[in-house]
């Protein structure tokens, strides 16, 4: 990330009032849904280091949700960040366990790679859904990414992504119904840019 880009993203935090170096969590109880999202520290591949590393985050992950009682609807990781759309009846447990595993792996990676504290991960954020509409374009977000990041030309393309089983559990005509009814039009455009 670049100084004027930091610049930047401190401007727009500070003109919200949120805090200046990390996104605002709310904590709400009972089961909700939310777009859970982590990016590696300036959006370095941290994660993408090895297909092998990529492997071991997801099955890490998927079980720290599992663990923290999120029931994860459909996920993506990326080599420099990760979505998950997830239920949740505690979002700060959830957070909480995911602070864990970020500093578990950031101080294993950093061992491999001779890099003592670097600094491998930005605090993990999270959007309560609002609506079915908002619930679906999510999903359709969460299995779109590796697409819209450039990586693949098809969903089924990535294999560090949940859309294979999606497609596979709705089929190829449901999925497109859900596409096209609930685009994703400028979804993601302000927070998660890839130049950021």
């Known amino acids: 990330m670049t100084s004027e880009q930091r610049c930047w993203v401190l401007s727009q935090r500070q003109g919200r009032h949120q805090p200046w170096h990390s996104p605002p969590h709310r904590y709400n109880e009972g089961r909700q849904h939310y777009h859970l999202t982590a990016a ?3 959006h370095r591949p941290h994660l993408g280091f090895s297909d092998a590393r990529m492997d071991h985050f997801i099955t890490a992950w998927l079980e720290v949700l599992k663990a923290a009682e999120a029931e ?7 080599p420099n960040h990760y979505h998950a759309l997830i239920e949740a009846p505690l979002i700060a447990k959830v957070l909480f366990e ?9 101080r294993q990676w950093n061992e491999e790679e001779g890099s003592p504290g670097r600094q491998n991960f930005h605090r993990a954020a ?14 359709n977000y969460v299995h779109h990414n590796p697409v819209r990041h450039g990586y693949v030309k098809k969903w089924t393309d990535w294999p560090w992504s949940s859309a294979a089983a999606f497609l596979e559990r709705v089929g190829k005509a449901e999925a497109e119904r859900i596409w096209r009814e609930y685009p994703l039009l400028d979804y993601g455009e302000v927070w998660d840019d890839p130049a950021i």
């Open 126 to 139: 999270e959007r309560t859904i609002r609506s079915q509409a908002h619930f679906m374009a999510t999903l």
């Open 72 to 78: 994860v609807t459909a996920w993506c990781v990326l």
């Open 98 to 106: 995911l602070g864990r595993l970020h500093g578990r792996l950031s």
């Open 40 to 42: 590696c520290f300036e």
